[in-house]
């Protein structure tokens, strides 16, 4: 098993900054994809930003030139940094990885909790 726990969320007022983290820890061989997703209300799961193991990032059109990712795989965390937050950024976040477990060498996909990320206007 494999477990994902997303930090850093919070209240932020609009052009403000905030760094979410997603840790990675279980019985994990290797990680080939990280990335942050978001949902907001009543509205359907949205990627946000993707980052291949030595691949080519991915962002979403919306967030281009405001959020970075970056992972640590020593630590097996992924980063977003966001900046020039908007109030049409207000969603949870949610991080997910692809996972070689350990026990069985076999690839699974995970998903963390979520974290609130609120901009204010």
């Known amino acids: 098993q494999v477990q994902l726990v997303e930090s850093g969320g919070g209240l932020v007022q609009a052009g403000g900054s905030l760094r979410l983290s997603c840790a990675a820890s279980g019985s994990i061989f290797s990680i080939n994809r990280m990335g942050w997703y978001r949902q907001a209300p009543g509205k359907q799961r949205e990627l946000v930003a993707t980052?291949?193991?030595?691949?080519?990032?991915n962002y979403a059109d919306s967030v281009k030139g405001r959020f970075t990712i970056s992972r640590d795989d020593a630590k097996n965390t992924v980063y977003l940094q966001m900046n020039s937050l908007k109030p049409e950024d207000t969603a949870v976040y949610y991080c997910?990885?692809?996972?070689?477990?350990?026990?069985?060498?076999?690839?699974?996909?995970?998903w963390g909790q979520g974290t609130q990320v609120t901009v204010s206007s």
């Open positions: 980052m291949p193991s030595g691949g080519t990032t």
């Open positions: 997910d990885a692809d996972v070689v477990e350990h026990t069985t060498n076999l690839l699974y996909r995970y």
